[in-house]
């Protein structure tokens, strides 16, 4: 009989396999107590330096060089699917099958196709009690969560436009080896990579995007270099002469139509200076916000009718979260006004979550759920979309 503890494990110790190691560590410090204990059990990587440097840092038992050896564990409940795209159907499916209650990263696959075979997997677990989900991570981020109470309180009334762009400058050096992010169909690249963040948060903000204009795409650096080893997250490594051509998208504009609102977005993986830059700005019938990841502890706010102050002086003003906002309040030992915080965070409360379903707690006693494998589908059908309008010139396509 499985012990009453959740065992954990981690397959791809990467960048972000080590944010999802150090979350489920973190996740019963945050909130209450968790009613059950958690045990780190194993770390999975090909690269068995990798795994040990990240079970070492986060406590972890042990490390596997191969991810199949998780299915058999006793100790093993919990696992976080955490390696290169095209990988993650197989390894999900296979996880499942074993019973295995599981947290996929996002894009949910490569294809459309796999992800709505696993869509169907998920639902036939869900069905005999497996937790299946995926980690739309930045809607744990308290600034975003902060405007979509703006949002749904009615505060700012009916959202009429967005502005959201997620400028990364992982690619802009022509010396960043090939690796599988520059692999792929068109959507593939910086709008699957970055911009599936940028969609699933401007719906978690506006609602369901029904359709997109306007697409483009650019392949800025077209070919790079083979790396002489294995390559972890979007950095530097040695690389060799032969070189291979990129086939998918360095950057990707497009605009969209929400049932009331609608929107301009852009993805790119070659803005300089921008590390990591996603931004939504809401514009409202009453008030506009915010939300900048490079100043994640705060949100801008403007609301058109300020009382009594002129309106000449009424502009924005900037907003320090606290613990009155989302996640402030229960996810930080030092819960104080301006504390200050960041992306790590957001993995931390998307695994406390996790846990809280997996081990029963009602909806209404947890933090909201996950999301679905359904909106990992849709998420894809979103890029599938952008994609179809990029190659017929830009053309309005719906959204199924
Ligand atoms: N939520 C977020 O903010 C966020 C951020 C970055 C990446 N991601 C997602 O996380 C996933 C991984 O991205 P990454 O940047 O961490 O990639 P990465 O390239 O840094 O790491 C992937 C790891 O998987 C390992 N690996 C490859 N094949 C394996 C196998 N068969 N078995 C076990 N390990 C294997 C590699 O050795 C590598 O360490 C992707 O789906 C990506 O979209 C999400």
Do not use: N, S
């Given at each position: 009989m499985r012990e009453q503890r959740i065992g954990v494990a981690v397959i791809g110790a990467g960048m972000a396999g080590a944010a999802h190691a150090a979350a489920w560590r973190a996740a019963t410090t945050v909130r209450s107590p968790f009613p059950r204990p958690v045990k780190l059990a194993a770390i999975a990587d090909l690269a068995e330096p990798l795994a040990r440097d990240v079970a070492g840092r986060y406590g972890y038992e042990r490390v596997e060089?191969?991810?199949?050896?998780?299915?058999?564990?006793?100790?093993?409940?919990v696992v976080s699917v955490v390696v290169a795209n095209r990988l993650h159907r197989e390894i999900v499916e296979a996880l499942v099958a074993a019973g295995k209650h599981v947290l996929c990263e996002k894009p949910l696959a490569d294809t459309l196709d796999d992800a709505r075979a696993m869509a169907e997997t998920a639902r036939r677990a869900e069905d005999a009690g497996q937790v299946v989900r995926i980690g739309f991570t930045f809607r744990r981020a308290p600034g975003l969560a902060a405007l979509r109470e703006l949002v749904t309180s009615g505060a700012l009334g009916e959202v009429v436009h967005l502005h959201g762009r997620y400028l990364a400058d992982y690619g802009c050096d022509p010396q960043i080896p090939m690796t599988w992010r520059y692999r792929g169909g068109p959507g593939s690249g910086a709008l699957a990579d970055v911009g599936s963040h940028l969609l699933y948060t401007a719906e978690f903000l506006a609602g369901p995007m029904r359709s997109v204009a306007g697409a483009q795409f650019r392949t800025v650096i077209p070919e790079r270099r083979l790396p002489v080893g294995s390559t972890v997250g979007r950095g530097k490594a040695e690389v060799s002469e032969e070189t291979e051509p990129v086939t998918n998208d360095d950057w990707a504009g497009f605009t969209a139509q929400f049932d009331v609102a609608a929107g301009t977005f852009e993805a790119s993986r070659v803005s300089p200076g921008h590390p990591n830059g996603l931004r939504l700005e809401i514009s409202c019938r009453d008030g506009a916000a915010v939300w900048d990841q490079e100043r994640p502890a705060e949100i801008q706010v403007h609301t058109r009718d300020i009382g009594g102050n002129r309106q000449a002086d009424n502009g924005f003003r900037t907003v320090t979260l606290g613990p009155?906002?989302?996640?402030?309040g229960e996810g930080f030992a030092m819960a104080a006004p301006g504390i200050g915080f960041g992306q790590n965070d957001g993995f931390v409360f998307q695994a406390r979550a996790f846990l809280e379903e997996v081990a029963g707690l009602a909806a209404e006693d947890s933090w909201p759920r996950n999301a679905s494998f359904e909106d990992g589908v849709h998420n894809m059908e979103l890029i599938e979309a952008i994609a179809a309008s990029a190659a017929a010139g830009g053309s309005e396509v719906r959204v199924p």
């Open positions: 060089t191969d991810w199949r050896a998780l299915l058999e564990a006793e100790d093993v409940d009155g906002h989302p996640y402030v």
